[in-house]
Each structure stands twice: as structure tokens, then as C-alpha cells.
Nanobody
Framework: QVQLVESGGGAVQAGDSLRLSCAAS????????AGWFRQAPGKGREIVAA?????????YYAESVKGRFTISRDNYMNTVFLQMDMLKPDDTAVYYC????????????????????WGQGTQVTVSS
């Protein structure tokens, strides 16, 4: 099992950048695929980005964030990052870090039901 704690959210203006961090504790985090979901007010949770276990070389991005967001991991720090550039008001949401024990190096996961571990969420607010 792993426990996930997000940080780095905040209130920014359109065009600004933020970097979210997700610190994992518990099990060997390198064996977990990870990702970020978000939930905007009045909407359901949606996948933002995901990456595979260990080296994290296989990644996925939602169309709405491609070219602006970058997901990465540092297994020595047991941390997953989400670098968010050129933020837009539509990016306003609570962002959740997620993880799932994985047995395939190249696989990422994009469905809510794939993930058994969730952080508590961090608020990102982007004003125009």
C-alpha cells in the first residue's frame, strides 16, 4: 500500500505556471504506475496525465493539456510531479494524485477504476 499527499496548488492568473507534487510513502513507489486526475466544480473527475512505473517513460496526456502539462517521477524522492504551464481558467479544479501497483513497465492507466490509491487533492484556481 501507498499513501499519497499532494502539494503545490494555489491561485494564479492565466498564463502562469504551477508545479504539483505528490509524495508517496509506504510501499516501493517505483513499482506503481501513477497519474493525476482533476475535478472541476459541478463536473466529474477526469484524467489529466498518467505515466508508467519505474522509469515512467510511457506517458499519457488528456487532449486539453497536451503541450502545456508535463508529468514526471523521481523514484528516489518517491514523488510524482505535474508541471503545469500556460494555465487557463478551464484548468481550475481540485487535482488528485493517483497510483496503482503495476507489473508492466510500459503501461499507464487512465480510468478512475484502475487506481486504488488517491491523495486528498489540492486546489488549483486560475483567474483570467
Amino acid at each position: 500500500q501507498v499513501q499519497l499527499v499532494e502539494s503545490g496548488g494555489g491561485a494564479v492568473q492565466a498564463g502562469d505556471s504551477l508545479r504539483l507534487s505528490c509524495a508517496a510513502s509506504g510501499d516501493t513507489f517505483a513499482d506503481y504506475a501513477a497519474g493525476w486526475f482533476r475535478q472541476a466544480p459541478g463536473k466529474g473527475r477526469e484524467i489529466v496525465a498518467a505515466l508508467s512505473r519505474r522509469t515512467g517513460t510511457t506517458t499519457y496526456y488528456a487532449e486539453s493539456v497536451k503541450g502545456r502539462f508535463t508529468i514526471s517521477r523521481d523514484n528516489y524522492m518517491n514523488t510524482v510531479f505535474l508541471q503545469m504551464d500556460m494555465l487557463k481558467p478551464d484548468d481550475t479544479a481540485v487535482y488528485y494524485c493517483v497510483a496503482v501497483r503495476s507489473y508492466i513497465d510500459e503501461r499507464y492507466y487512465i480510468r478512475i477504476g484502475d487506481y486504488g490509491y488517491w491523495g486528498q487533492g489540492t486546489q488549483v484556481t486560475v483567474s483570467s
